[in-house]
C-alpha cells in the first residue's frame, strides 16, 4: 500500500486557484534525537514513479525521489557524512530511515494531512502456517474458520530463544496475497526499530526492495551494496564479516516476487565474502544460504506465487499475513483514520459514520469480507471521506480519480513475468492485464446486469483462449496473487451456490465492477473484427519498413484470406481507417450517453447515495430489489472520469495509455450526446448524476457548453450532502457569465444552514430560487441572505416551510433594498407572528417590483390577516398593489388565489406536520363561513360552497391519511 508517487489531483474544475497544503511534518522519536544530528535532505514534495530506481526507496513504502535524489540528495549526504565523523552512523542511519519511512504519499493528503503511522496503525494478523499445510487464496474471515492459536507478533517472529539455531541467523519468510499488509507490516517495524521500540536485540536493520535489487545490471558485493544506497554504512564492522557482529544485523527484502531467484550450485557459485562483487540476484540467494554473513538474520515478503522459490531447507519459519481478520480490527483501522482524520476531537457526525460502517462490518456483509484486506480498507475509507467530509477548502478529489490512485498505490509499474525475469518479450503491464481479463468480465456483467460470476464465467473470460506455455505461467501467476483481490465468494447465505451447487463470485467492491468496465472500454478493449483487423494492420504497416510486396507477405500470414480485402480498402484509402477509429470513439460515447440518462433503471437514486449504500449498508428494511437487476449509474461516470489527464497521467504509469486524440474524439461526440439529452427533462436523481459526470471530467470548457443548454436544475427530494452542494457549486462555476437558468429546485434536498455557504456560488445564476421544506432556521436564512447579494438576476424566492421566525422575517424585511429584480417572495408554513409579517409586507410594498408574498400556514390572528389584507391595497389611486396570501379568503371575499394556495397545501399534507396542517384548514373553513354569511348573492354562497367543499376534501384526505398510517411521501 505504501507507493509514494506523483501528485494525483485531478485537476480542479473550479475556476478557483487551489493552494498547495504543506505536508505536515513528522516530528522525530525521542530515542532518535537525544543526540543533535544536523544534516540536509533533499526537499520534501518529490513526486514519481519509476521502474527502476534507487534500492533504498521500496515502491511499498516510500517514494523514489526521481533524477534530484541521485544528485542533490546524493550531494547532501556527502556533505553530512564527510562533516560529522564522530556521530554514530547507525544512529544517523536510523533518523534517515525514521524521515525516509515517515513521509506519507499524495493519496494521504486527502484524509486532512493529518496521519501518523505510530499512531494510526492497526496490526493485521499474522499467522505461523507453511505453505504446506493448505496452500490457498486468501484467508477471509466469512471463508473459513481461522485457527489463531498459532498467531504471532514481529516480536515472537524473530524469537532466537526456540529456533534452535545455534548462531546463525533466522531466516523468515512472511507471504500473503495482495493487499494484505505486508509492506505496511515492514514500514512500521522498521519505524518501531528506529525509535527503539521493537526488536531491540538488532543494532543495525537494512531495508532493500527487491524490485529495485532486479534492475541492477552490474555485480557488486554486499557491502558496496548497502554503501551505495546507504554511504553512511559504507565502513560499519557490522558486515565486515569478522567475528559474529553480523549476528546483530537484520536484512529485509520487500517483494521477493519481484526477483528470479535461482539456487542452483551451477547457476548461482558460492560466496562467503562480503566483498566479493556478484548479481544483486546471487547476493541475496547467499545471505539466505547463510554462506554470506551466517550469523544475519533475514526477513522476506513475497505474494503466493512465489513462495516455492526459496527451497524450504533454507526457511526457519514461514509467517502469513491475513489482513484483518475480524470486524473489530477493521473498526479500529476505520475509526483512526476517520475520528482522527484532522487530529481534532472528533465530531457527533463523525462518530455517527463510524457506527453506521461498523453495523454494516457486523453483519458478515460483502464490505466486511472485501475490508479484511487492509487494501480495501483504506479504499473505503477514501471514499467515505470523499463523500463525508468533502468541503470547499479540500483540494478537489474525484471518485474516479480515487480508484486511479487506489490501483496505482496496490500496482503502480508492475509487470506480470514468469520465467525469465530480465526478458522483456514476455512481461505484460500487470493492470493492462487485469483490464483485458477482469475488465473484460466487469463489462460482460454491466452489459449484462449482472454482479454474480460462476467459475465457468471466471474461466471463460480469464484463462478460456490461454494458448501458449509462457500464457498459461502469466494466467497461473495472476491467479493465484491477484485475482482474489478483485474477485471474491458470495457472503450471502442465499446466493452462495447456484442450482448446480456452483459458488458464485462478486467483485469485493461492487464500484470496482464498474470502474474496470469503464477502463476496459475506454482503452478501446471492446473491438468488434474490423476494429481488430485495423489495428493489427495499422501495427504492421507502421512497424514494417520494406517495399509493399514484403508488406503484403506479412500481412497474409496474420490475415485470414476471408477479410484480407479489407486491408487493401484501408491500404488505398487510409481515411478508411480513420473512419473505423473514429466510429469506434463515437460509440463510446454514445454508451456514456445512453447509460447515463436511463431514466427505467429501477434503482434511480443518484450515484452518490448508492455509493453510500454499498459501504454502510441500507438502514431500516431492506429492499426488495434483486441486486443482479440493479443499475450501473457509476460505469458512465467512471467512463467519463477517466478522460480527465490527471487521471490518464496515472494509467500511464500503470501501462493503460489513453490518447489524448482518443479523449478529443470521445469528447466531440460526447458533447453532442449530452446537449441533446440534457435539454430533456430528467427526473433529479439522473440530472444529480448528469452533475457529478462533469464534475468527474474536470473539463470546464465541456462543463458550460452542456449547461448552455440547460434552463432549469430540479434537484428537489435530492438528499444534498457536502459533496453534491460542492458539485453543484463547481460545475455552475464553470459557466459563463451570461448563463443564467430560468429555474433552480432545491426543494426538500435535507439543507442545513451549514451547507449554504457551499451553495453560494449556486445562487448567483438563477431567476427563481426555491429552498422550500429545507431545516434553515433563522441562522440559516441570514447566511441566504448574505449570499444572494450576488445575483441580480433573482425574481422569484421560495422559503416556504423552512422553520423561519419572527428574527428571520424582520432580517428579511430590512435587506429586500438589496434585490431591486425580486417580484415574489413565498414564506409560507413558517413561524411568523402578525407583527413580523406586517413588517414584511410594509418592506414589500415600499420595494420596487415585489407584487406577492405568500404567508399562509403562518401563526397569524383573524386581526393579523385582516391588517395584511389592508396593508396589501394600494393607499392612494393608481398605486401598487401588495397581495399578502395570507388565507383563502381576503376580508369578505375569497381570494383569487385561493386554489393555488389549497393546491400547495394538497400536495404537501401528508409530507407536513398534519396536525398543524388540519388545524389551518379548519380555520379556513371557519372563515369561507363567515364571508359566506356576509354576502346575499346565491352565487357569491355557491362560490364560497365550492371552495368549502375542496378544503374538506383536503381534510378527509388527511384524516385517511393519519389513520392508515400512510408514511410521508419521500422528499
Request: glycine fraction near 6%.
Amino acid at each position: 500500500m505504501w507507493r509514494f508517487g506523483r501528485k494525483t489531483g485531478t485537476g480542479v474544475i473550479r475556476r478557483r486557484y487551489c493552494g498547495a497544503q504543506k505536508d505536515v511534518s513528522h516530528k522525530p522519536h525521542p530515542a532518535i534525537t537525544q543526540k543533535k544530528v544536523h544534516f540536509s535532505l533533499p526537499p520534501g514534495d518529490f513526486y514519481g514513479v519509476r521502474k527502476a530506481g534507487p534500492i533504498l526507496f521500496p515502491d511499498r513504502w516510500i517514494s523514489s525521489y526521481g533524477s534530484a535524489w541521485s544528485s542533490s540528495a546524493c550531494f547532501s549526504m556527502r556533505l553530512f557524512c564527510s562533516g560529522t565523523s564522530n556521530i554514530d552512523p547507525v544512529e544517523i542511519h536510523k533518523h534517515k530511515l525514521m524521515l525516509w519511512f515517515s513521509h506519507l504519499p499524495q493519496e494521504e493528503k486527502q484524509f486532512g494531512g493529518y496521519f501518523s503511522p505510530e499512531t494510526m496503525h492497526v496490526d493485521p494478523l499474522i499467522l505461523e502456517k507453511n505453505p504446506g499445510e493448505g496452500r490457498g487464496l486468501s484467508i477471509s474471515p466469512f471463508k473459513e474458520n481461522i485457527s489463531k492459536s498459532h498467531s504471532l507478533t514481529i516480536e515472537q517472529i524473530f524469537d532466537s530463544s526456540q529456533s534452535g539455531n545455534h548462531g546463525r541467523g533466522l531466516n523468515v519468510l512472511l507471504y500473503g496475497a495482495v493487499g494484505t499488509g505486508k509492506s505496511t507490516v515492514v514500514r512500521k517495524l522498521v519505524l518501531d526499530w528506529c525509535a527503539g521500540l521493537t526488536l531491540s536485540q538488532f543494532k543495525l536493520m537494512v531495508p532493500f526492495s527487491c524490485e529495485d535489487l532486479c534492475h541492477l545490471s552490474k555485480p557488486t558485493s554486499l557491502r558496496d551494496l548497502v554503501g551505495r544506497k546507504y554511504m553512511h554504512l559504507r565502513r560499519t564492522p557490522f558486515l565486515s564479516g569478522d567475528s559474529n557482529q553480523a549476528r546483530e544485523v537484520l536484512f529485509i527484502f520487500n517483494g521477493m516476487e519481484k526477483m528470479n531467484l535461482d539456487f542452483r550450485i551451477g547457476s548461482t557459485e558460492l560466496c562467503s565474502d562480503p566483498n566479493e562483487a556478484l548479481s544483486s540476484g546471487a547476493v541475496v540467494v547467499n545471505l539466505l544460504r547463510k554462506y554470506l554473513l551466517p550469523e544475519a538474520s533475514i526477513l522476506v515478503t513475497t505474494r503466493l506465487s512465489a513462495v516455492d522459490r526459496i527451497p524450504k531447507k533454507y526457511v526457519n519459519r514461514y509467517a502469513q499475513i491475513c489482513g484483518f481478520d475480524d470486524p473489530d480490527r477493521q473498526r479500529a483501522y476505520f475509526t483512526s483514520r476517520l475520528l482522527l482524520q484532522s487530529g481534532e476531537k472528533p465530531g457527533k457526525d463523525a462518530e455517527s459514520l463510524i457506527e453506521m460502517l461498523y453495523l454494516n462490518l457486523q453483519r458478515e456483509s460483502q464490505l466486511a469480507a472485501a475490508c479484511f484486506l487492509p487494501s480495501y480498507c483504506w479504499l473505503t475509507c477514501a471514499t467515505l471521506h470523499f463523500l463525508h467530509f468533502t468541503d470547499a477548502k479540500a483540494p478537489i478529489r474525484t471518485l474516479t480519480g480515487i480508484y486511479t490512485s487506489f490501483l496505482r498505490l496496490n500496482f503502480g509499474g508492475e509487470v506480470l513475468a514468469s520465467g525469465d525475469m530480465s526478458s522483456q518479450e514476455y512481461q505484460t503491464s500487470l493492470m493492462l492485464y487485469v483490464v483485458r481479463t477482469v475488465g473484460k468480465l466487469a463489462f460482460d456483467g454491466v452489459t449484462n446486469k449482472r454482479t454474480y460470476f460462476t467459475e465457468n464465467d471466471l474461466e471463460q473470460w480469464i484463462g478460456g483462449k490461454t494458448k501458449t506455455d509462457e500464457e498459461l505461467r502469466q494466467l497461473a501467476v495472476f491467479r493465484t496473487d491477484v485475482l482474489d483481490f478483485f474477485l471474491v465468494p458470495c457472503v450471502e447465505h442465499s446466493r452462495k451456490v447456484t442450482e448446480t451447487g456452483e459458488k458464485r463470485y462478486v467483485f469485493a467492491i461492487p464500484a470496482m465492477q464498474e470502474y474496470l468496465a469503464a477502463l476496459y472500454v475506454v482503452l478501446g478493449e471492446n473491438k468488434n473484427a474490423l476494429e481488430k483487423v485495423t489495428k493489427q494492420v495499422s501495427e504492421v504497416v507502421g512497424q514494417a519498413s520494406e517495399d509493399i510486396t514484403s508488406i503484403m507477405s506479412i500481412l497474409s500470414k496474420l490475415i485470414p484470406l476471408r477479410i484480407f480485402a479489407i486491408f487493401n480498402l484501408l491500404k488505398l484509402f487510409p481515411k478508411l481507417f480513420d473512419r473505423v477509429s473514429n466510429l469506434s470513439k463515437g460509440r463510446i460515447a454514445s454508451t456514456m450517453a445512453a447509460e447515463m440518462f436511463r431514466s427505467e433503471d429501477s434503482f434511480n437514486e443518484d450515484v452518490l447515495d448508492q455509493v453510500e449504500q454499498n459501504l454502510l449498508g441500507v438502514q431500516g428494511p431492506q429492499p426488495e430489489q434483486e441486486a443482479d437487476t440493479r443499475s450501473f449509474e457509476l460505469y458512465p461516470i467512471f467512463m467519463g472520469g477517466l478522460l480527465h489527464y490527471g487521471n490518464r497521467r496515472l494509467l500511464d504509469q500503470l501501462g493503460c495509455d489513453i490518447k489524448s486524440t482518443t479523449v478529443a474524439q470521445i469528447t466531440r461526440s460526447l458533447k453532442k450526446h449530452l446537449i441533446k439529452e440534457s435539454r430533456k427533462q430528467q427526473p433529479p436523481a439522473e440530472l444529480m448524476d448528469l452533475l457529478v459526470l462533469l464534475y468527474e471530467f474536470q473539463n470546464p470548457r465541456l462543463t458550460a457548453e452542456v449547461l448552455q443548454s440547460v434552463k432549469v436544475i430540479n434537484l428537489s427530494t435530492v438528499r444534498m450532502t457536502p459533496l453534491k452542494c460542492f458539485v453543484l457549486s463547481s460545475v455552475l462555476d464553470c459557466t459563463l457569465s451570461s448563463f443564467l437558468l430560468d429555474e433552480l429546485n432545491l426543494s426538500s434536498c435535507h439543507i442545513t444552514p451549514e451547507l449554504l455557504h457551499l451553495l453560494w456560488p449556486a445562487f448567483h445564476n438563477t431567476r427563481c430560487l426555491k429552498l422550500c421544506d429545507n431545516s434553515l432556521l433563522d441562522r440559516g436564512a441570514a447566511h441566504l441572505l448574505d449570499a444572494l447579494p450576488g445575483n441580480q438576476s433573482l425574481q422569484k424566492l421560495s422559503l416556504m416551510h423552512t422553520g423561519l421566525g419572527d428574527s428571520a422575517a424582520l432580517d428579511l424585511a430590512a435587506r429586500l433594498s438589496q434585490h431591486t429584480g425580486l417580484q415574489e417572495l413565498n414564506v409560507a408554513y413558517n413561524n411568523f407572528g402578525d407583527s413580523a409579517a406586517l413588517a414584511l409586507v410594509d418592506a414589500c410594498r415600499e420595494h420596487p417590483s415585489i407584487h406577492t408574498v405568500h404567508l399562509y400556514l403562518n401563526q397569524l390572528t383573524d386581526v393579523g390577516k385582516q391588517s395584511l389584507h389592508v396593508r396589501g391595497v394600494p393607499q392612494e389611486k393608481g398605486g401598487r398593489r401588495v397581495k399578502a396570501l395570507a388565507s383563502v379568503t381576503e376580508g369578505s371575499d375569497i381570494s383569487e388565489d385561493w386554489h393555488p394556495i389549497l393546491s400547495v397545501i394538497t400536495k404537501n399534507s401528508l409530507s407536513w406536520e398534519r396536525e398543524r396542517v388540519r388545524e389551518q384548514l379548519l380555520v379556513f373553513l371557519k372563515d369561507l363561513e363567515w364571508g359566506r354569511k356576509q354576502h346575499p348573492s346565491f352565487w357569491k354562497k355557491l362560490h364560497f360552497r365550492r371552495v368549502e367543499s375542496v378544503v374538506r376534501q383536503t381534510l378527509r384526505m388527511l384524516e385517511k391519511g393519519s389513520a392508515t398510517g400512510t408514511k410521508p411521501a419521500a422528499k
